[in-house]
């Protein structure tokens, strides 16, 4: 029986978030015995781009907790780890500027509105941030000298005229400037210049960009969702902000299940999303997030909902 050609999609989330796909990685390893490291793509956004970048280096699943929780990583881990170095608090660029990150941007939405999203709005409108975020991602370049062999896409947004370009598909650039792009959140990390464009976070076009899987040849699709929810109804504190992030995801999984694909949507639950927080850059949360998430998808497991990724 040849294996499943998954697709996996790691969306963004902030330093929550990371932690949240370090534990959808190593729960689905142990609990259904499949390893994110064999994905035939993966599809990564902002802080879904540094686990993606980590999984193509070949960090093994259990040590993406072992990092969230400051624990030894094993040999092969350390292998990948020992070049990349901790987390580093960014430098300030310059001075905060006080005009519209991208008036060109702006004009294009006041031309045609109705072809732009809020998300642009706030990316055109808000000052460019200040922080630069290549200071946090450096260590990721030096995993790979060329792109990794296998589908890897991440996603940024151009900013001046918001079109969401893809890496690794439809453009080059290194990791570590794909992967800074990538993570680039308008108004806080100054915007990453790319062969004379500037571009930010991906998550101005979707948290996911699950779509790009559309006409990918897969057996399933699987979505690690940590700004989502697994119960858009629910009306506990901070959910709200977190359903238009679900409606959208969901949107996306449709066009994925009307060209035939399986798809599993991993979100958080009440439970998780108490853990969470609404704060996604606070650090001291990754270690509970990360070992809450792994908890979740045994129970998942357990109760037999993760679909063809299920152990037989």
Not at 229 to 255: C, F, Q, S, Y
Not at 264 to 291: F, H, Q, W
Request: glycine share 12%; proline share 8%; charged share 20%.
């Amino acid at each position: 029986m040849s294996p499943l050609r998954v697709g996996l999609v790691l969306g963004g989330g902030g330093l929550t978030g990371t932690a949240f796909h370090a534990g959808v990685i190593a729960g689905l390893a142990e609990a259904a015995g499949w390893d994110a490291r064999e994905a035939a793509v993966l599809v990564g956004t902002s802080a879904g781009s540094t686990s993606a970048i980590l999984l193509r280096a070949g960090l093994p699943p259990a040590d993406f907790v072992a990092r969230m929780s400051g624990e030894p990583p094993s040999p092969e881990g350390r292998r990948v780890l020992d070049g990349l170095g901790g987390l580093r608090r960014p430098r300030a660029t310059g001075p905060r500027a006080r005009r519209p990150a991208s008036p060109a941007l702006l004009a294009a939405m006041a031309r045609r509105p109705w072809a732009f999203r809020p998300e642009h709005l706030a990316a055109a409108a808000l000052p460019a941030g200040t922080l630069d975020v290549m200071d946090s991602i450096a260590g990721f370049g030096t995993l790979f000298e060329t792109w990794p062999a296998q589908p890897t896409w991440i996603c940024a947004v151009r900013l001046d005229d918001g079109a969401r370009v893809v890496f690794g598909r439809d453009a080059a650039a290194s990791i570590r400037d794909a992967v800074s792009a990538s993570c680039a959140i308008p108004g806080y990390y100054a915007p990453v210049a790319i062969d004379g464009q500037r571009y930010v976070d991906g998550g101005v076009w979707s948290m996911h960009s699950a779509d790009l899987l559309a006409d990918v040849p897969l057996d399933v699709v699987v979505v690690s969702a940590p700004l989502a929810t697994d119960d858009p109804r629910a009306l506990d504190r901070g959910n709200a902000l977190r359903v238009p992030i679900r409606l959208r995801l969901d949107r996306e999984v449709r066009g994925l299940r009307r060209s035939g694909v399986p798809v599993l949507v991993l979100a958080p639950d009440a439970r998780l999303r108490s853990v969470m927080g609404t704060a996604s850059m606070r650090i001291e949360r990754r270690a509970p997030v990360a070992a809450a998430t792994r908890a979740r998808i045994r129970e998942l497991a357990g109760a037999g909902r993760l679909g063809p990724l299920a152990q037989g």
